[in-house]
Structures are given as structure tokens and as C-alpha cells.
């Protein structure tokens, strides 16, 4: 079995690179992996793609490492929270990406993603303009 322990914090962030995707747990404020993401933020990685539910609260964790500039793109449901100041500015300015997702649809990319699943389905925007130009699958008579 490969032992996966580490001595400290800064060790456990040390393999994550410029351009990584990293996942950050929690759910809205709570739960977050602040240490974690402080560490991110001392070993100075920079141009991420953060995946979590929303885009960080006041100015600590998540919200901290975007407003040093080290997320690119933020992959979320919720892009705005009662507390999001530092993403609704640089959003507007131009400065980070957004990708939005619904809630069951990032929670299925993730688990998929992490089954090794390369792709699947949903019907969630058949119909829209966001489904325009994208792939279009018909299962058992419904489109998807």
C-alpha cells in the first residue's frame, strides 16, 4: 500500500502546478479546507481552475486565493453568495472565467470524473439556446 502521509500542509500543496485544476470541498461557507487553500496561496501557484460549489466568502480560502490572482476560471453553481465581494468585481472587470454548472450536473462530472468516465449525458439545457452547436443523443425516445 503507497503511504500517502504527509508532515505538513505546505508538503500535501507541494505536487499542485501552474494550470492545475484543483477541487475544493465545502459548501458555501462552511467546510471549506482553509488551510489547504492558504497554503495554495504561500506556495503561489498561479493560473488554477478552482471547481467548487460557489466562488469563496469575504476574504478568506477560496475567496482569498482569487483575489491574489491565482484561480483563471472558476467552475461552479453558485457564483454568488451573500458574502461574494472579491468574484462579482473581477468577473465584471473581465479579469476570471466562469463556467457554470448546475448543481446535479457538477456533482455527476465529479463523480463520473473521478470513475474514470470520460462523458455523459444530461437533458438539462435540450431546448435552449445553451444547448445550441452542442452534441444532441436521443435515449429511449427523449433527447438528451
Given at each position: ?14 505536487v499542485i502546478h501552474d ?51 491565482q484561480v483563471r476560471k ?71
Amino acid at each position: 500500500m503507497i503511504d500517502k502521509t504527509v508532515t505538513s500542509v505546505a508538503e500535501a500543496v507541494s505536487v499542485i502546478h501552474d494550470g492545475a485544476v484543483v477541487l475544493i470541498g465545502g459548501f458555501g461557507s462552511a467546510g471549506g479546507p482553509i488551510e489547504l487553500i492558504h497554503a495554495l496561496i504561500d506556495l503561489g501557484v498561479k493560473d488554477l481552475t478552482a471547481v467548487n460549489n460557489n466562488t469563496g466568502n469575504g476574504d478568506v480560502g477560496l475567496a482569498a486565493l482569487i483575489k491574489n490572482g491565482q484561480v483563471r476560471k472558476m467552475i461552479c453553481s453558485y457564483p454568488r453568495s451573500s458574502n461574494s465581494k472579491v468574484f462579482p468585481e473581477l468577473y465584471r472587470a473581465g479579469k476570471i472565467e466562469l463556467e457554470l454548472v448546475p448543481q446535479g450536473t457538477l456533482a455527476e462530472r465529479l463523480r463520473a470524473g473521478a470513475a474514470g468516465i470520460p462523458a455523459f449525458y444530461t437533458p438539462t439545457a435540450v431546448g435552449t439556446p445553451l444547448a445550441e452547436g452542442k452534441e444532441l443523443r436521443e435515449f429511449e425516445g427523449a433527447p438528451t
